[in-house]
């Protein structure tokens, strides 16, 4: 497959894009600036420059799946977290893209269990996940608790609700999980949380939603 992985820069999204390239698929790698494209070229994957905030038709062009790793940070939400998303999504279904993996958040769908300071993004992140359940595309919605940097260990835990204790979670294991989901059927039309835990990654993407 012809992936776009959207906040390739960022620091899933190189994992993301690292994993791509070192696969059968075809990876190119959207970046917000020009000056970061040579990183993306050095990983091995195909730059393109584009703001989720602006237009992403080019980015989308020629694409078969798109793997969603970008984030506000917190800066604008609305714009890049909702909107952003949402615009790729329309994009993607208006090219007949079949497949988009969709990078959210534990807590998307309950904000108000969360502090009040992540409310709003969380918001944000919910009514992206709707929108893309929603669409006409293959969806996966993958919502992990927090994220560290410590090495992957290539084991997690996914499920409907999972127990909100111990739910963090290093990158590098995130964005396996977002790429391993790409060609797992199981996982196709399901929101799921993820958490560090003990299973293989491909066995657990095999049943993502029980628990
Ligand atoms: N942190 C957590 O504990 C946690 C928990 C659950 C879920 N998440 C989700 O996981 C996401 C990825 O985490 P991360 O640590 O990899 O974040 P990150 O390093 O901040 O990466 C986010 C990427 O999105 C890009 N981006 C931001 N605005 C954009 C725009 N308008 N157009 C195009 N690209 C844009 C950034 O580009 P630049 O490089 O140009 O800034 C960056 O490359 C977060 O954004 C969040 O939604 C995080």
Redesign the pocket.
Known sequence: MNVLV?????????HVTASLANSDHDVRG????ES?ASDIESIGAEPVV?????DVSHAVEGVDAVIF?????G??VW???RD?AIGLVDEAESRSVDRFVL????NADQPENSPEALRE?LRA?GEADEYLRESDLTYTIV??????DEDGTGRIKTGRNLDRDGVDIP?ED?ARTLVAALGEAETHETTFELAAGDDQIEEALRSPVEN
């Open positions: 959207a906040g390739s820069h960022g620091q899933v999204g190189q959207m970046v917000r600036k970061q584009a703001d989720l905030t602006g790793a970008a984030g506000s940070g800066e604008d714009g890049v977290d952003g990078l959210s958040s534990i993004y992140k919502r992990p608790g927090p994220l560290t990158r995130v």
